[in-house]
């Protein structure tokens, strides 16, 4: 080979800039014990610092059921939902801390704040119950209703069946015993509209229609789901590939169209 033959400049192939590339845990699903350990910082607990009030309450002008309701800030009229922003409240004068608007508003805020907490304590006791009575928190209220009309409706009957069988314990025989008799009647007549009152509901309770978990509404509404309109391999009938062909007829396996199910 002459030296017109040689070849001068590196291949750019050839050039490596990294000797070891070091495998990522992330990537593994087993522990790699050749990789350094990561050092985890220590955090360092702070002493909690008083919170420094941004105006100033005389809380001996305020109801002591009250003081837990003050908010941090200055109160506005209608601002129950403290929706106003900076420049309405620049243009309006804050209530005057212990008169009579200031103390209607923190009351407002007591029976929001109030409310708040029986609607939350309300959710939890039905998370409980559905997992008491096995089902869903979605469907648990109905399955309550139900449960309550059933026991209802037994209550009734159970009632209507002591009164028929003491009318049959009286013999007709005088008129006293004949007055007591339709009174018993009368009894029975009044229970019979809320026995057929509850029977006639009874189908739209028991009937429960499709509902959507929490988790399946979620799964339905992610932002990255792919759909078959937009991608043709996720069904067989429109699958170009070979062994992604439809299942055959005679086949043991019921075949599965995907295209009513992943659509939407």
């Known amino acids: 080979m002459t030296k017109l033959d040689q070849i001068k400049k590196s291949l750019m192939h050839l050039k490596y800039y990294k000797k070891f590339a070091y495998p990522l845990q992330v990537d593994y699903d087993f522990l790699i014990l050749t990789l350094p350990l990561p050092v985890i910082p220590v955090p360092i607990e702070e002493e909690p610092q008083p919170l420094v009030p941004t ?4 809380l001996s002008m305020v109801l002591d059921d009250l003081i837990v309701y003050i908010p941090d800030h200055p109160v506005y009229k209608g601002d129950i939902h403290n929706q106003l922003t900076d420049k309405q409240k ?6 005057q801390v212990g008169s009579k608007a200031w103390k209607k508003h ?9 409310s708040e907490l029986l609607i939350k304590q309300h959710v939890s006791e ?36 002591l009164i028929e069988q003491k009318i049959l314990m009286i013999p007709l025989t005088t008129n006293m015993n004949k ?9 029975i007549r009044k229970l ?17 229609p499709y509902y959507i978990t929490e988790e399946e509404r979620a799964l339905e509404l992610r ?18 590939h070979p062994e992604k ?20």
Not at 55 to 58: A, L, T
Not at 106 to 114: D, F, G, V, Y
């Open 55 to 58: 105006f100033s309450v005389d």
């Open 90 to 95: 620049a243009k309006l004068q804050p209530l």
């Open 106 to 114: 923190i009351r407002e805020l007591k029976s929001k704040k109030e």
């Open 126 to 161: 039905l998370r409980e119950k559905a997992k008491l009575w096995n089902t869903s928190f979605d469907v648990i209220n109905q399955r309550l209703v139900l449960a309550a009309q059933l026991t209802n409706l037994q209550d009734l009957r159970g009632e209507k069946a």
């Open 179 to 187: 007055k007591k008799v339709n009174k018993l009647k009368d009894k």
């Open 192 to 208: 019979s509209p809320q026995i057929i009152k509850i029977l006639s509901s009874l189908p739209s309770l028991k009937g429960t």
């Open 223 to 240: 932002p990255n789901k792919r759909t078959v309109n937009t991608n043709r391999n996720l069904d067989p009938l429109l699958s170009p």
């Open 245 to 264: 062909c439809v299942r055959i007829s005679d086949s043991p396996e019921p075949r599965i169209v995907t295209s009513s199910t992943l659509s939407g």
